[in-house]
């Protein structure tokens, strides 16, 4: 038994992707798997909340009362069916309005000669770094009508146009504010797999007598498909769930979605139900995952990474440069410069919606706490509680991002030389799990988990270090998408040339893979810190005034119907966000790593 | 091989969690669990309280050093402030949580074994009573100088730091006079889309007004009758009078918005013209006449009720570490008790000898509030309460009524 | 009449340029390559005949039309030149199968589907890929995925074949087999082939004529033989040849009227046998040029041509024999029929063969002739 044992441990340590890949099996199912069983269990059982509902039910008892209130009582419509239509009709709208306008902007700037391309792309991804909400309270500002009573937007009340309910909330305004949100998302996307087109597929098109337009249709869009499959399912799946835009803009007309049934729920402490339509929402992602990956992840591998990419001649506007162009600058100013312009002006008006100079005050921002204005609330750069907040919200973005981007390297490590196995698949699939929890279900699974200490775990309720772990968990999809792909553009030999000098495994992580993955590795790091800023709905049940961060304290104020706080924070937000991206940029410039082009 | 030992790791680590859920806790006689009867016993605390020495109780306050709320309000800081000016020997911390989650928080670090907070304070009248108090999660503190001062319902089960109300609002500029008098009037067709209300689901004190309706079905078919001269017929499916009003005004286009200054604003924003709205709301959103420059009225009297009165408790937390500070801060809450009647409080409330006087009561002592003590006058601006005639949130609905009202919102609001 | 004329082309990238104000003329039905080192422009040269890369100046024209005239305006787009092209990476549509890779070119022509199904069948035999016609390009081996690029070249059936570096991604001996099915097919086609390589074997025997580049220019345009035995340049004798042609700088040293001597610090060769050297001045700074099958291992005879050198390796191959050997600093390389040994530092005459012996000048680096 010993010798064999021993051939068995040397053998594992000559293979530290086997170490890793045991390792992360038991993270991640303790991390993954575990709160989705948990989730499941929950929808099975009587909870607290239940026993309000139904006097002889026992707490913990096996029950399929929760799916029969959900799926098969006079509750149904309301719970499931109108909020599920209205989630798949959201998620449609949204997406492929998001992805015509990605395509149209992935053209333009990876396919033709429009000037200034750095700073459009650099510029047009802005408004993902923007909470989708404040586009909708923008849209709100504009376009409301007086159905809720009061004053009407600006478009109404200053220019007179009367605006119907269905433009000013609703569908139509939901799914506009969200692609306007998401579609820099797909942008990204699909101009990334428009830059790795090799060019000399669509020049072996042109010499064999095909047209342009037959070019783009028949060689071009097949080898874009799997991006753009993939860019439909992660927007469908991101819209379906949002928790914002929706309750802000679709609650005056009632149309509810699954998102905001399910923080209604949790809200109340009705978890049985809420998990169930939060397993609903899932069902639904999943599926969609398979349906992409069945209709064209088959031949997934089309984009010949040859290395050379895209290289042939832009497309010449000529005349029609200059109407692009406006449209382009229309556009931005619009969808960015419009809304942080509102958005800071009402930071320094008094009264709300009082645009007269009269109005104007800096006491939001470095005003002292005065009781008759915002409960006594002190300006904003002046509020301890804010600036602790800030700290957070930074401390935060810097932890997930730096340590995401480690575990997804090291994730990607495992699975790719692991390539193939059973283990590699199933890694990579759990690491690709957290995507399809609805966030908000996703914490509250973490805050009853973590509400007592688990063996060797101490109870981690309360503290900053679970808003981390769920942070992390939550970003691992794309974290370790990254690390795979980085990875996998590491030459094997590279490694193993330094396996036959005999260096462990430690050094070459770090003196080779590490170096030669750095340009992933900082554009991950951003991805991840604007991410975890941004998040709302997964930290917001586990933030304890110590722990309180900047999206947290932003609803906090919304609550109290603090609105100039509620602006002031998002700017200083934004702010962060934006500094953020420059440092980042700056420093991945100066980092002179590139992807080593071998053959 | 190494897939089963991987697979059984796997299975092992499923079942510890799954498993791990809170074991019963032994209960003594007195009906606590074993460790809160010492503390209850040591703090003078529940049964164990007996005659309060309030000079022993002082002294050991300065000794504890340090006070912890968790409150659903952001205005205790204000009172922590003014507290620790009169007693510098002790700190307060006072978390800032909401309602929802002074619950949550309470009890999942109850359930974890962590006992930090010494006051909870926070409506939500059937969780107050029914998860906190019931479930020795925490036990009801009345100092004794003030319990000829306060009417029983307002210190057993729990004592009551602060009441508001629901009211309804009417605009003052297009009306001279309340426009209605019977809320029916609200589910008739010319109200369609002219009532506007905070949505339930995300604001408890509005949910507990609905839940009050719901629970008074006698007196909402017998105001029914009044107004349209015919007994009540109930839609299908609606089990008695309370829910039909809730039934009828869902479908009367009720306009549900997620802020309560919206609300506001529908029914006492000036320049309107037609028919303005009615907003339900609480009634301390009537300050909004002074900074907004709002024209809402109360809209009294309405049969069968002018408003729905609304508590918020405070209590000593289970095994809290700072028991006597609890109870000295508990006593502060409730202002001067050499405050009576005739006492006059000059404004702003916030501020100077208003604040000595009122001390933690200051800043929720305003328009549209009044204090659980018989002896404090009602806040200027809100003296209509006196003669208002109104409901009182009954903690045992709020319980179990509570869910069924909020499935019945979500089943009617969403169609 | 040429079936491809370029004049006076010019291109291009930014402040580099890649080919500089080249004239070509291509006969029709030749087989003619492109030679050259890497960034020599052959590459560019064939894509602007393609209509893949837009010259800066010049023209392009075949025997029907012009397709590419900065001065006159005229501009064919690609994908109407045609003409066949074959990519160095194949540059076969990932996503279709052989078949559909074929045909759609065809399928863009209007072509009836029975033509189409007929052609596709004939060029997959005519390149040994018959039965493929469902399968992937990720299916394929490279050699066969060569072969169905080279397919749907041949099936445009437009005259006029355009490869660039078609057979640099094939393992050596595949190459070797590549490179008759191409010459064959030519001869059966008869097609106008221009061809892109940077193997000079590869260009001497396919080719009907060569045309070496380098930095964008015509180095020499000619046929193998006369690429290969009468190199213009140095660059052109230093680049064909392999193994490469030996090179001795020196001077030349007459003794008296009919002694002539190549010298230089280390060597002094007898070089009096060559009409050539015969007609240099004394001292004249020259480069002499000797191919490696030109000279042969003696005894040092006197009055011929001949080194004394020092072995330094010796890499036998099976039918022939290459020995490396140093005089000084001078290396020179020799090839011998058959197998021989010798030693290192064993002491060699090398013997060249006067008539074969090339002088370059100096400083033109430009072949001296008579």
Not at chain 1, 296 to 308: E, H, L, P, Q, W
Not at chain 1, 434 to 438: D, G, L, Q
Not at chain 2, 113 to 117: D, E, L
Not at chain 3, 17 to 20: P, Y
């Given at each position: 038994m010993k010798p064999r044992y021993r051939f068995l441990m040397s053998r594992l340590r000559s293979k530290p992707e086997l170490i890793l890949s045991i390792l992360f099996i038991i993270v991640f199912s303790f991390l993954i798997i575990v709160p989705f069983l948990r989730m499941i269990y929950t929808t099975f059982t009587y909870q607290g909340y239940d026993l309000r509902l139904k006097r002889d039910a026992v707490e913990g008892a096996f029950t399929l009362f929760h799916y029969m209130r959900v799926?098969?009582?006079?509750l149904t419509e309301s719970f499931l069916i109108k909020p599920l239509l209205h989630s798949l009709a959201v998620g449609f709208g949204v997406t492929v309005l998001a992805m015509i306008l990605g395509s149209i902007f992935a053209w333009i700037f990876v396919?033709?000669?429009?000037?200034?391309k750095k700073f459009f792309q650099t510029v047009i991804t802005i408004p993902y770094m923007i909470p989708s909400w404040v586009i909708a309270l923008v849209w709100v500002l504009f376009f409301q009508n007086n159905r809720i009573g009061g004053t009407a937007g600006i478009v109404q009340s200053l220019l007179g146009i009367p605006i119907p309910d269905w433009l000013a909330y609703g569908y139509v305004p939901i799914v506009i504010t969200l692609a306007l949100h998401y579609y820099a998302y797909t942008f990204l996307m699909i101009s990334g797999a428009l830059r790795t087109i090799d060019s000399e597929l669509e020049e072996a098109g042109a010499v064999a007598g095909l047209q342009r337009s037959k070019v783009l249709i028949k060689i071009t869009f097949p080898l874009v498909l799997p991006a753009l499959g993939s860019s439909f399912v992660l927007t469908f799946t991101r819209s379906m769930g949002t928790f914002g835009t929706p309750a802000l803009l679709g609650l005056p007309v009632r149309f509810f979605t699954l998102p905001t049934q399910i923080y209604a729920m949790i809200n109340s402490r009705n978890v049985g139900d809420a998990f169930v339509l939060a397993l609903v929402l899932i069902v639904l992602a999943v599926t969609a995952i398979l349906i992409n990956n069945k209709m064209?992840?088959?031949?997934?591998?089309?984009?010949?990474?040859?290395?050379?990419g895209f290289r042939a001649n832009p497309m010449k506007l000529g005349t029609s440069k200059p109407l692009i162009m406006t449209f382009l600058v229309v556009f931005l100013l619009l969808v960015i410069v419009l809304p942080l312009i509102m958005l800071t002006l009402s930071t320094f008006?008094?009264?709300?919606?009082?645009?007269?100079?009269?109005?104007?005050?800096s006491h939001f921002w470095i005003?002292?706490?005065?009781?008759?204005?915002?409960?006594?609330q002190k300006g904003i750069l002046k509020n301890e509680g804010i600036m602790s907040a800030m700290f957070n919200s930074i401390r935060l973005g810097i932890i997930s991002a730096v340590l995401n981007a480690f575990i997804g390297l090291l994730i990607g490590y495992t699975v790719v030389k692991n390539r193939g196995t059973k283990i590699a698949k199933t890694i990579e699939a759990v690491a690709f799990a957290?995507?399809?929890?609805?966030g908000i279900a996703f914490a509250a699974i973490y805050l009853g988990m973590f509400s007592q200490p688990l063996g060797p775990i101490p109870?981690?309720?309360?503290?900053?270090s679970l808003i981390v772990l769920i942070v992390i968990v939550k970003n691992l999809p794309f974290s370790s998408r990254s690390g795979i792909s980085a990875i996998m553009q590491i030459d094997a030999s590279l490694e193993e040339s330094a396996v036959t000098q005999g260096i462990p495994w430690l050094k070459r992580f770090r003196l080779i893979i590490l170096p030669l993955s750095k340009s992933g590795f900082f554009s991950g790091m951003l991805l991840t810190f604007i991410t975890s800023v941004r998040e709302l709905s997964l930290v917001i049940l586990l933030v304890t005034p110590k722990t309180e961060l900047l999206t947290t304290m932003i609803f906090a104020y919304k609550t109290q119907e603090q609105t100039q706080h509620v602006n002031g924070v998002t700017l200083v937000l934004l702010f962060i966000i934006i500094v953020a991206n420059v440092l980042i940029r700056l420093v991945s410039l100066k980092s002179?790593?590139?992807t080593i082009d071998i053959g | 091989m190494k897939k089963y030992l991987v697979v059984t790791l796997l299975v092992f680590l499923m079942l510890v969690p799954l498993a791990a859920s809170g074991a019963q806790e032994e209960k003594e006689e007195s009906g606590y669990p074993g460790e809160m009867d010492a503390w209850a016993r040591e703090a003078k605390?529940?049964?164990?309280?007996?005659?309060?020495d309030w000079d022993e109780i002082i002294e050991k306050a300065k000794e504890e050093g340090e006070v912890i709320v968790y409150s659903a309000s952001s205005r205790m800081s204000a009172v922590g402030e003014a507290f620790s000016k009169v007693y510098p020997e002790i700190t307060v911390t006072a978390y800032d949580l909401g309602s929802v989650k002074t619950f949550e928080k309470t009890i999942s670090e109850q359930e974890a074994?962590?006992?930090?907070?010494d006051i909870i304070t926070t409506g939500g009248s059937g969780n107050f009573i029914y998860d906190l108090i019931n479930k020795n999660r925490a036990v009801n503190f009345v100092p004794s100088m003030y319990k000829d001062m306060i009417p029983e319902e307002y210190s057993e089960p729990a004592l009551v730091r602060i009441l508001e109300a629901i009211v309804l609002f009417y605009n003052t500029e297009l009306h001279?006079?309340?426009?209605?008098?019977?809320?029916?009037?609200?589910?008739?067709e010319h109200y369609r889309g002219k009532i506007v209300i905070k949505d339930p689901l995300q604001s408890l004190s509005n949910l507990m007004g609905i839940v009050a309706i719901a629970g008074h079905p006698e007196e909402m078919a017998a105001a029914y009758k009044r107004h349209f001269n015919e007994e009540i017929t109930l839609s299908p499916g609606v089990k008695d009078a309370g829910f039909e009003f809730i039934y009828r005004l869902l479908h009367n286009d009720l306009i549900i918005s997620d802020s309560g200054g919206t609300v506001s604003g529908a029914s006492g924003k000036k320049g309107q013209s037609g028919l303005p709205p009615v907003s339900i709301n609480t009634?301390?959103?009537?300050r909004y006449n002074n900074t907004k420059e709002y024209i809402n009225g109360l809209?009294?009297?309405?049969?069968?009720?002018d408003g729905i009165i609304f508590p918020t408790y405070t209590a000593i937390a289970r095994q809290a570490p700072h028991p006597n500070a609890s109870k000295l801060f508990t006593a502060f809450l409730l202002g001067?008790?050499?405050?009576?009647?005739d006492t006059v409080i000059p404004q702003p409330?916030?501020?100077g000898k208003a604040l000595e006087m009122l001390q933690g009561l200051a800043p929720y002592y305003e328009m549209g509030s009044k204090s659980p003590r018989d002896n404090i006058a009602t806040p200027a601006g809100g003296e209509a309460w006196e003669e208002m005639n109104m409901w009182f949130v009954d903690p045992e609905d709020d319980w179990y009524l509570g869910p069924e009202v909020q499935d019945f919102w979500m089943q009617e609001a969403a169609k | 009449m040429n079936a491809i004329t370029l004049q006076n082309v010019t291109k291009n990238f930014g402040e580099v340029?890649?080919?500089?104000r080249l004239d070509l003329e291509i006969r029709e039905g030749e087989f003619l390559t492109l030679l050259g080192?890497?960034?020599?422009g052959k590459t560019t040269t064939l894509r602007m005949i393609a209509g893949l890369e837009d010259p800066n100046d010049g023209e392009i024209s075949t025997k029907e039309r012009i397709l590419y005239s900065k001065a006159k305006g005229v501009y064919i787009p690609p994908e109407q030149r045609e003409m066949g092209f074959m990519f160095q990476s194949y540059?076969?549509?990932?996503?279709?199968?052989v078949s559909k890779n074929i045909s759609l070119g065809l399928e863009a022509k209007k072509l009836s589907r029975e033509v189409i199904h007929s052609r596709v069948h004939n060029v997959l035999d005519q390149v040994q890929?018959?039965?493929?016609?469902?399968?992937y390009p990720s299916e394929l081996s490279g050699g066969q995925q060569q072969r169905v690029a080279l397919a749907r070249m041949i099936a445009s059936e437009t005259g006029i074949f355009l490869m660039d570096e078609?057979?640099?991604?094939?393992d050596a001996l595949l190459r070797v087999d590549m490179r008759s099915e191409l010459k064959h097919l030519h001869q059966t086609l008869g097609a106008t082939t221009v061809y892109v390589t940077h193997d000079q074997m590869e260009a001497l025997t396919l080719s009907d004529r060569i045309v070496v580049m380098n930095k964008g220019r015509i180095m020499q345009f000619d046929t193998p033989a006369q690429i290969y035995?009468?190199?213009?340049n140095l660059f052109v004798a230093k680049f064909v040849g392999s193994p490469p042609i030996n090179l001795i700088s020196g001077y030349i040293k007459k003794t008296d009227e009919s002694n002539v001597f190549l010298e230089n610090k280390d060597i002094s060769v007898d070089?009096?046998?060559?009409p050539t050297a015969q007609s240099l001045a004394d001292g004249t700074e020259v480069i002499l040029a000797i191919r490696p099958e030109n000279i042969h291992i003696g005894k040092?005879?006197?009055?011929?041509?001949s080194v004394r050198s020092t072995v330094y390796a010796v890499l036998p191959s099976g039918s022939e024999t290459i020995i490396t050997a140093h005089s000084g600093a001078t290396e020179m390389r020799v090839k011998v029929s058959g197998f021989v040994d010798y030693a290192i530092d064993d002491e060699i005459h090398l013997e060249m063969e006067s008539n074969s012996i090339l002088f370059f000048d100096s400083t033109t680096e430009e072949l001296i002739t008579l």
């Open positions: 799926f098969a009582s006079d396919r033709t000669d429009i000037p200034h064209i992840g088959v031949r997934k591998s089309f984009v010949t990474m040859k290395g050379k008006m008094l009264i709300p919606d009082n645009y007269s100079a009269g109005n104007m005050t005003g002292d706490s005065d009781p008759m204005i915002s409960s006594g957290p995507y399809v929890f609805p109870a981690l309720y309360g503290t900053f002179k790593y590139k | 605390l529940g049964i164990y309280e007996g005659e309060q074994g962590i006992y930090n907070a001279d006079a309340p426009p209605i008098d019977n809320i029916w009037e609200l589910t008739e009634f301390t959103y009537l809209l009294y009297p309405l049969d069968p009720f001067d008790p050499e405050i009576t009647l409330y916030t501020e | 340029t890649a080919v500089d080192p890497s960034g020599c540059a076969l549509w990932p996503h279709m199968n890929m018959k039965g493929y016609e469902n399968r078609p057979l640099s991604n094939l035995h009468r190199p213009k070089v009096s046998s060559s040092g005879t006197q009055g011929k041509p």
